[in-house]
Structure formats: C-alpha cells, structure tokens
C-alpha cells in the first residue's frame, strides 16, 4: 500500500478517489483535519476495505513512525500542507510549521523506515512531494514559462514555506539517497476545493447573490489545470519518474482572473440562468499584497519523458466544476456552516468513543 498524506484535503481526495478507480492497491491516509480538511471529501470511498484512516499531524514524528511501521508502505505521496496564499500572507508561523518542519519530520521519519526496509523494498520504494510552480515567482507578460532550471524566486510566506521543502527533499536525496520526486504544478480546480480558492468562492458567491472580489485589475494570470489531470500526473511520476528528478506539471491553459470569473458567470448563466446573467457582480477590490503577476508551466519533461498530457480542457472542465458546486448542496452547506468540523469532535474529540 501507499501512505497519503493530506488525503483529505482537496488534490489529496480526489488522488484517493481516483487511485482506488485505477487499481486494487491499498492506502493509508494519514490527516490532521485542519480547516481544509474534511472527512466528507472521502464519503465515497470511505468504506473501501483496503483504505485506512490516521488522524495525525505529520509534525509528529512518532506518530507517522508509528503508521510507517504498521502499514509499511511502499510509497509516500505527500501533500498535506498549509495551501492558500491570502492565509500566509495572515498568518505565516502555521505555513513554516507544517509546511517546512513538517516535511523535515516526515522526511526523517521515512528515511528511517527506507533505511530498515530489505534490499529489494528499499529500491522500490519511493518519497514524492507534490508541490506549486509558486516556488519559481512571478513572471511577466513575455516570459518563458516555467521549467525545471528555473531558478526559485518564491514571493509568498507561503511558497517560500513551500520553496523551503523543496529544498528539503531534494536535499535528502542527495544526501542520504532518500528516493525522491518532487513535482510542482500550476493552480488545480474542480470539485471538493475549499471554497477560499477563486473558483469555488466565485461560483459560491455567485449563486449566493455575493459580490465577486477580483483582487487589483483583474489582469494576473494562471495556468490553470483540472485536478483529476494533476492526479493522473502525480500518479505517472510515481510508477514512472526517475529518482531525484522534479517534474513540471501544468495545463497549457493560461488565463487571466478576470477572464476566469467571466468563464464561471457564463457556466453558471448556463446552468442555472437568472435574469441580467452574475457578471454585475463582480467588484474590484484591494489587491493582494506581494500579488504574483503571472504563473505559466512549461510540462515538457513530464509529456516527453512520462507521455502526460491533460485530458480535459478549460472550458469543459469548468463546467462540469459549476455543475458540480451546484449538484452537492449538503457538502457546501457542511462547508460553509462549519458543521464538517463536527466529524472531529465526534470521532476525536471529548465524546469520541475510548479505546477498551
Ligand atoms: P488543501 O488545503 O485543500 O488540503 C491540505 C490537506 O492537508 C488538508 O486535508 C489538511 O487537513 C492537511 N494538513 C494540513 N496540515 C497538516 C498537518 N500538519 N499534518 C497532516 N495533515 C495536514 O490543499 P490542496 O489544495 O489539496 O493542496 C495539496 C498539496 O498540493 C499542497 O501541498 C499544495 O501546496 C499543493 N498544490 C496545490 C495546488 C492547488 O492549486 N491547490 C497547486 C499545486 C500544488
Ligand atoms: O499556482 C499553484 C497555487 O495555486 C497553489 O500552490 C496554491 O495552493 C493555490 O492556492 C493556488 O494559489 P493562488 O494564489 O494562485 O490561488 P487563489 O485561488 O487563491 O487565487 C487565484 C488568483 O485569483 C490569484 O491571482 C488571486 C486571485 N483572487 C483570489 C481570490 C481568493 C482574486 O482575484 N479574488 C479572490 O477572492
């Protein structure tokens, strides 16, 4: 089996969902539930016999020794991380915490259970770290996209959080020859992402007759790219990626926010028209402070070495995610009134059921 961590959170789940759609391999996933965690991300593979649970803070290095050492996996696919951009700017000290320590901890915490595995395990076992082409900063509006050379110019507490594991796996490669893969990819969308990220808080905000809050002019661009193509990638890397090396992964798909939050009001008077249509909503405000202008990826490694491509297209894609938000009703309802926070406290908290 596999351990996942952050397999709660919004890429996490649907890589589980769509591993357990690909094969007959088990997994682990092993989550502290933050905010952005949400156990109602799992519902529909959560009775899978061969996926397993942990809640636990990949901080906590006995803890994840102790999943490593009962679970024995062959893999890690490591994506629990503090993840929005506004939120860093806020309140860095959590991003370096679980962002870099974390990594430190789990790093140290495989290289420990690689270390004690038999010859043949040990070469097959492999530590992937997915992380953002926000290391790379900011491009400007002729720039070449992003490659793997690129050097890092992180702009965010929380790419720098992000840059700084980066740093951290690739050191562990060169140094104790921990096998690493780390993959950076551009900005994902589609269902169960927490609706802090733009396109749900659009789609959310539009149906919920909000403003929509585009931030400065409107004019930053990203590479946008649905999220069962990340997995897809992720999942390529890991059976197929040659040890140490990072991989690139992008959609092609270059937009501009406010073209974005055009494309969503379009689905939407789609799907569910409404008379005047949602684009009046939309409302410049403030900008983001330190706003990285434009993100591109070039994915050329990963299509030529591995044969990726993404398989679905923006326009597409987009509306099957408006379709999406508008269909699962209870999951943003538990979203936005805090009640998946319940699940914790019934299953952790004071009236959890004691162990025997
Ligand atoms: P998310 O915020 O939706 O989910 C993060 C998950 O990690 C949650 O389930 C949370 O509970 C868990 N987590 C947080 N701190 C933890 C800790 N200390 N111990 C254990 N679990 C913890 O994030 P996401 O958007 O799904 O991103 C997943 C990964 O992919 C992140 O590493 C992020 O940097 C990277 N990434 C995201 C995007 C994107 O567009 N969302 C793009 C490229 C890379
Ligand atoms: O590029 C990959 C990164 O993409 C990931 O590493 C991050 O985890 C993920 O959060 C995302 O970061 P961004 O900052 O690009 O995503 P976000 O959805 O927060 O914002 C996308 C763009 O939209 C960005 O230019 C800021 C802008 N924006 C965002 C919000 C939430 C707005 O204009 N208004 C908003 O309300």
Request: charged fraction near 20%; include cysteine; glycine fraction near 8%.
């Amino acid at each position: 089996m596999i351990l996942i961590t952050g397999g709660a959170g919004f890429i996490g789940a649907n890589f589980v969902r769509e591993w357990f759609a690909r094969g007959d391999e088990g997994a682990v996933v092993l989550d502290k539930l933050t905010y952005a965690g949400n156990m109602a991300n799992l519902a529909d593979v959560r009775q899978k016999p061969d996926l397993h649970f942990v809640h636990a803070d990949i901080c906590d290095r006995t803890a994840v020794q102790q999943v490593l050492a009962a679970q024995r996996p062959r893999a890690i696919v490591h994506f629990a991380a503090e993840s929005h951009v506004d939120r860093s700017i806020h309140g860095p000290a959590q991003f370096l915490q679980t962002n870099f320590i974390g990594t430190f901890e789990l790093l140290e915490a495989a290289r420990e259970h690689w270390s004690s595995l038999p010859a043949g395990e040990r070469d097959a076992f492999r530590f992937l770290h997915v992380s953002t082409d926000e290391v790379y900063g900011s491009l400007d509006e002729a720039d070449p996209a992003f490659c793997e050379t690129t050097p890092y110019a992180p702009n965010s507490p929380y790419a720098a959080s992000k840059a700084g594991s980066d740093h951290l796996v690739r050191a562990w490669h060169h140094t104790y020859g921990l096998p690493t893969l780390i993959t950076n990819c551009s900005n994902n969308y589609g269902p169960y992402q927490f609706p802090e990220k733009l396109i749900p808080l659009m789609i959310l905000n539009a149906i919920e007759g909000k403003p929509l809050p585009v931030y400065g002019d409107g004019r930053n661009v990203r590479d946008w790219l649905y999220v069962t193509d990340h997995c897809a990638a992720i999942q390529r890397v890991l059976e197929n990626g040659r040890i140490g090396q990072t991989y690139n992964i992008g959609g092609n798909c270059e937009r501009r926010n406010i073209d974005v939050v055009r494309a969503i009001c379009a689905a939407l008077s789609a799907q569910r028209p409404k008379p005047g249509g949602y684009e009046s909503q939309i409302q410049f405000v403030k900008d983001r402070p330190g706003h990285d202008r434009r993100y591109a990826i070039d994915a050329g490694k990963l299509a030529s070495e591995l044969g990726w491509r993404p398989s679905e297209t923006f326009e597409s894609a987009l509306a099957k995610t408006v379709r999406w938000y508008l269909d699962h009703t209870d999951w943003v309802a538990g979203v936005r009134d805090g009640r998946y926070r319940k699940w914790i406290e019934l299953n952790y908290g004071d009236g959890a059921p004691k162990p025997a």
